[in-house]
T-cell receptor, first 114, second 111 residues
Framework: KAGVTQTPRYLIKTRGQQVTLSCSPI?????VSWYQQTPGQGLQFLFE???????NKGNFPGRFSGRQFSNSRSEMNVSTLELGDSALYLC?????????????FGPGTRLTVL | GQNIDQPTEMTATEGAIVQINCTYQ??????LFWYQQHAGEAPTFLSY????GLEEKGRFSSFLSRSKGYSYLLLKELQMKDSASYLC????????????FGPGTRLSVLP
């Protein structure tokens, strides 16, 4: 069974630009969550999508948005990039997102903002 | 608010036993997860506790005390490959995957 895949793996952008990251969950998984990981803040929850609907949202500004498609693939978008957005963005999928459901993480997209 | 604390770094010797502690204060509780993350890699699932007590899985065990807001991960017969960061995460809601992660404990296993 293929794992969670994320594209691209590495990305370099400049301040003010926007970026779109993609995540393909494990086949059959309907919940996709996004996290930002930085050395200073650790892993922080961005949002979760389930059946094409945003089910939970973390404390990030509106510049961070996402969506989920009918095949459960998800994208996240960051507009008007800031230097502080440089981070590893991780996507995780689970079967239904119920409590106790294990999350499987993708390899991440490392975003560098110059 | 949500708060999870773990020691920042620990060092242990190959073959030894190490215990990594985690304390949490969250708005709700529907389980505690431990993940392992090697440098430059994605976190991988180690264990899940929702009831008080000890869960054992091979060389890894995890303990939970909900009344104390406390958990620990016990690693036995340490191997060099166990050098990694260990992340404690709490699921505060009864649905959804908005996990709250601790800062992680970087474990170094020395020969």
């Amino acid at each position: 069974k293929a794992g969670v895949t994320q594209t691209p793996r590495y990305l370099i952008k400049t301040r003010g630009q926007q970026v779109t990251l993609s995540c393909s969950p494990i086949s059959g998984h309907r919940s996709v969550s996004w996290y930002q990981q930085t050395p200073g803040q650790g892993l922080q929850f961005l949002f979760e999508y389930f059946s094409e609907t945003q089910r939970n949202k973390g404390n990030f500004p509106g510049r961070f948005s996402g969506r989920q498609f009918s095949n459960s693939r998800s994208e996240m978008n960051v507009s008007t990039l800031e230097l502080g957005d440089s981070a590893l963005y991780l996507c995780a999928s689970s079967l239904a997102g119920g409590y106790g459901d294990e999350q499987f993480f993708g390899p991440g997209t490392r975003l560098t903002v110059l | 608010g949500q708060n999870i604390d773990q020691p920042t770094e620990m060092t242990a010797t190959e073959g030894a036993i190490v215990q990594i502690n985690c304390t949490y204060q969250t708005s709700g509780f529907n389980g505690l997860f431990w993940y392992q993350q090697h440098a430059g890699e994605a976190p991988t699932f180690l264990s899940y506790n929702v009831l008080d007590g000890l869960e054992e899985k091979g060389r890894f065990s995890s303990f939970l005390s909900r009344s104390k807001g406390y958990s620990y991960l016990l690693l036995k017969e340490l191997q060099m490959k166990d050098s990694a960061s260990y992340l404690c995460a709490v699921s505060p809601d009864n649905y959804g995957q908005n996990f709250v992660f601790g800062p992680g404990t970087r474990l170094s296993v020395l020969p």
